[in-house]
């Protein structure tokens, strides 16, 4: 599991910092950019149709290039149509829409009265613009703009301020609650800012860690909000009142304090086992040694919050950490491009790449297991989609495990017992 290529998926003309996948329609949506800098570098939200074109190939086709002027998405979440999406300081709401090519031209209006989509009529019209960044952009070599009756249009909803860094505003991460119900959202400024959805009417407010907020998850019937420090802390809140802080040394008492920080949470499902809860949290070194130490993985119980595994990720810095819809698996990417899936059970590695990117990874997503009327994962255990600041999206596939019958091995496991039988009764005469 050396070097090797992994082809890109999908190149876009603008640094990328975030994906996700529609869970309902199985749309792969990007987002990224230069930021305010006049570089030339756009900004902008881009949503692919992913299609599968083998038992493990993919390809992708872009359906729609969403500006947003001169701010970057940084980081998104995905809800019942909904994007919040985090530049700089704000969290901008966006509702998207898969629409057929005559509803195009009624949402092709009310684009244009909220500012939010440029050149639709030329898509309406049936063009395509051979010339322009976005079909270039479209995969690793060609992949044109999708010209069929699928059209996405996108409205702006509302905006919210979700960092007051008086220096440099920024948000670093946005989640909706399992349930919809809640938007959530940390920053630089330390600080954890909960609106109910969709009214987004403020819940919450609260300094939850001194310095940046790193990462953020919320467990099923929103009982608990795990949230991640650059002050060394992890910690679970009910409400706004702090519950518990994480204490993941006590599984590796030869590590001194604060020679490792946590960077991001996750709560998984078990697999098989209705109800259970995992909590997945990723520890990195605070200083780099001139011989890297190793970042580590921790498995807690999602309910207790007492440590159950720790196991070491390698000692590439980790970026970024996805968890499977099945709970099943583990995605890892790193500052140096790297990408690794792992087994949840057993936080073994089962797939790794070096550098598939050129640079940090910034954002996983798996693939569902399962969408309605489409199977976009294919004949494979799980798959993965990376992006990087290098621009481009790929997709990491693990094949499916060669296995026996039980039948098979059953009946293997007869023919030797009455093979043995046999040679007893040969060389012991009167053995039966």
Same mark, same amino acid.
């Given at each position: 599991?050396?070097?090797?290529?992994?082809?890109?998926?999908?190149?876009?003309?603008?640094?990328?910092?975030?994906?996700?996948?529609?869970?309902?329609?199985?749309?792969?949506?990007?987002?990224?950019?230069?930021?305010?800098?006049?570089?030339?570098?756009?900004?902008?939200?881009?949503?692919?149709?992913?299609?599968?074109?083998?038992?493990?190939?993919?390809?992708?086709?872009?359906?729609?290039?969403?500006?947003?002027?001169?701010?970057?998405?940084?980081?998104?979440?995905?809800?019942?149509?909904?994007?919040?999406?985090?530049?700089?300081?704000?969290?901008?709401?966006?509702?998207?829409?898969?629409?057929?090519?005559?509803?195009?031209?009624?949402?092709?209006? +009310?684009?244009?009265?909220?500012?939010?989509?440029?050149?639709?009529?030329?898509?309406?019209?049936?063009?395509?613009?051979?010339?322009?960044?976005?079909?270039?952009? +479209?995969?690793?070599?060609?992949?044109?703009?999708?010209?069929? @009756?699928?059209?996405?249009?996108?409205?702006?909803?509302?905006?919210?301020?979700?960092?007051?860094?008086?220096?440099?505003?920024?948000?670093?991460?946005?989640?909706?609650?399992?349930?919809?119900?809640?938007?959530?959202?940390?920053?630089?400024?330390?600080?954890?800012?909960?609106?109910?959805?969709?009214?987004?009417?403020?819940?919450?407010?609260?300094?939850?860690?001194?310095?940046?907020?790193?990462?953020?998850?919320?467990?099923?019937?929103?009982?608990?909000?795990?949230?991640?420090?650059?002050?060394?802390?992890?910690? *679970?809140?009910?409400?706004?009142?702090?519950?518990?802080?994480?204490?993941?040394?006590?599984?590796?008492?030869?590590?001194?304090?604060?020679?490792?920080?946590?960077?991001?949470?996750?709560?998984?499902?078990?697999?098989?086992?209705?109800?259970?809860?995992?909590?997945?949290? *990723?520890?990195?070194?605070?200083?780099?040694?001139?011989?890297?130490?190793?970042?580590?993985?921790?498995?807690?119980?999602?309910?207790?919050?007492?440590?159950?595994? @720790? +196991?070491? =990720?390698?000692?590439?810095?980790?970026?970024?950490?996805?968890?499977?819809?099945?709970?099943?698996?583990?995605?890892?990417? @790193?500052?140096?491009?790297?990408?690794?899936?792992?087994?949840?059970?057993?936080?073994?590695?089962?797939?790794?790449?070096?550098?598939?990117?050129?640079?940090?990874?910034?954002?996983?997503?798996?693939?569902?297991?399962?969408?309605?009327?489409?199977?976009?994962?294919?004949? *494979?255990?799980?798959?993965?989609?990376?992006?990087?600041?290098?621009?481009?999206?790929?997709?990491?596939? *693990?094949?499916?495990?060669?296995?026996?019958?039980?039948?098979?091995?059953?009946?293997? =496991?007869?023919?030797?017992?009455?093979?043995?039988?046999?040679?007893?009764?040969?060389?012991?005469?009167?053995?039966?």
């Amino acid at each position: 599991m050396g070097k090797r290529k992994v082809p890109d998926l999908y190149r876009a003309p603008f640094p990328l910092y975030s994906i996700k996948v529609d869970p309902k329609t199985g749309l792969v949506i990007t987002a990224g950019g230069g930021g305010a800098s006049k570089t030339g570098i756009k900004n902008a939200v881009q949503f692919l149709d992913l299609q599968l074109v083998g038992e493990h190939q993919y390809s992708a086709s872009l359906l729609h290039s969403h500006d947003t002027d001169t701010r970057a998405t940084m980081n998104m979440a995905i809800g019942n149509g909904v994007i919040a999406a985090g530049q700089d300081g704000t969290c901008s709401l966006m509702r998207f829409k898969q629409c057929s090519q005559k509803e195009e031209g009624k949402a092709a209006a +009310a684009e244009d009265e909220n500012r939010v989509q440029q050149g639709n009529a030329r898509r309406r019209a049936g063009k395509r613009d051979k010339g322009g960044p976005d079909e270039a952009a +479209a995969s690793g070599d060609i992949s044109p703009m999708k010209n069929e @009756t699928a059209h996405i249009s996108v409205t702006g909803l509302a905006e919210v301020q979700s960092d007051l860094n008086p220096v440099d505003p920024l948000q670093k991460v946005v989640r909706f609650s399992p349930d919809l119900s809640l938007l959530l959202t940390g920053g630089t400024d330390g600080h954890i800012r909960v609106w109910e959805f969709p009214s987004l009417k403020k819940r919450f407010d609260f300094k939850a860690h001194e310095g940046e907020i790193e990462d953020l998850d919320m467990s099923p019937g929103n009982k608990h909000l795990v949230t991640v420090g650059r002050d060394f802390s992890c910690s *679970v809140w009910s409400g706004s009142q702090l519950a518990m802080g994480l204490k993941w040394l006590e599984t590796m008492p030869q590590i001194a304090e604060k020679t490792y920080r946590y960077m991001a949470c996750r709560f998984g499902k078990v697999a098989d086992q209705k109800g259970a809860l995992r909590l997945y949290t *990723v520890q990195i070194p605070h200083k780099r040694d001139r011989k890297p130490p190793p970042c580590y993985l921790t498995k807690w119980d999602g309910k207790s919050f007492l440590p159950m595994l @720790t +196991a070491p =990720c390698g000692t590439e810095v980790i970026s970024s950490l996805a968890v499977s819809d099945s709970g099943t698996f583990l995605g890892l990417g @790193t500052v140096t491009g790297s990408v690794a899936i792992y087994i949840a059970f057993s936080l073994q590695k089962l797939y790794y790449v070096q550098e598939s990117h050129g640079i940090v990874v910034t954002d996983l997503a798996f693939l569902p297991d399962s969408l309605k009327g489409k199977n976009i994962k294919g004949n *494979v255990e799980t798959a993965m989609l990376s992006v990087a600041v290098d621009s481009r999206c790929q997709v990491h596939a *693990v094949p499916n495990r060669r296995s026996f019958p039980i039948w098979l091995v059953l009946f293997f =496991c007869g023919l030797m017992v009455v093979g043995v039988v046999l040679l007893l009764q040969s060389l012991f005469p009167g053995f039966i």
